[in-house]
């Protein structure tokens, strides 16, 4: 999921499970689970460097204000929609 993965890479570049559950919409539980890979640990956005890159990229906008809510949302949208084309091939 992608979120597991946003959720993790945000919380190595410092934030806490609050702030990130606040960027991704979610709960704070739900982040805790899916630090401890209770929830959303097999996913295939960690194993593919493209994708992970991109994830990566976007994280780093967020934690330095550079992207908000309605460009987040697009944005996880097309890494959402470039992992299904990947998929399909």
Do not use: W
Not at 7 to 13: F, G, R, V
Request: overall charge positive; proline content about 2%; hydrophobic content about 40%.
């Amino acid at each position: 999921m992608l979120r597991a993965v946003l959720a993790k890479e945000l919380n190595a570049c410092g934030m806490n499970q609050k702030e990130v559950a606040d960027v991704l919409g979610i709960s704070q539980p739900a982040v805790s689970q899916y630090l401890r890979d209770l929830r959303g640990a097999r996913n295939h956005f960690s194993s593919d460097e493209e994708l992970l890159s991109r994830v990566k990229d976007v994280c780093g906008r967020i934690v330095t204000k550079e992207i908000y809510e309605p460009q987040l949302k697009k944005e996880m949208y097309e890494i959402c929609e470039a992992a299904m084309n990947k998929r399909k091939v």
